[in-house]
């Protein structure tokens, strides 16, 4: 099996800055892609910004210039440093990755979600 640690969610003030982890445990191969995802009451989850296996990074348009995602593969944690923040960012931040349990299986796992919450 495979857990997502996620950390790092809080209360601040419209400008200021958050930093997330996630930390992936367990029997993981190779993981593919890593990414944060978010939702607020009543709509969809949406991708905020992803990191796969060779680099490739993509981001939602309404953080694009304000949010870094980054991933140390030695430690299987992705991060995603959150600058300049809106009200409109809140939402509770979901960890999500593509990982290979073995040589053939993969899966997609999510975390437990941390609550980011901007005041304006």
């Known amino acids: 099996q495979v857990q997502l640690g996620e950390s790092g969610g809080g209360l601040v003030r419209a400008g200021g800055s958050l930093r997330l982890s996630c930390a992936a445990s367990?029997?993981?191969?190779?993981?593919?892609?890593m990414g944060w995802y978010r939702q607020v009451p009543g709509n969809q989850r949406e991708l905020v910004a992803q990191?796969?296996?060779?680099?490739?990074?993509e981001y939602a348009d309404s953080v694009k210039g304000r949010f870094t995602i980054s991933r140390d593969n030695a430690k299987n944690t992705v991060y995603l440093q959150m600058n300049t923040l809106k009200p409109e960012d809140t939402a509770v931040y979901y960890c999500?990755?593509?990982?290979?349990?073995?040589?053939?299986?993969?899966?997609?796992?999510w975390g437990q979600g941390t609550q980011v919450t901007v005041s304006s």
């Open positions: 990191v796969n296996a060779g680099g490739g990074l």
């Open positions: 367990g029997s993981i191969f190779r993981i593919i892609a």
């Open positions: 999500q990755a593509y990982i290979y349990d073995t040589t053939t299986t993969w899966s997609i796992y």
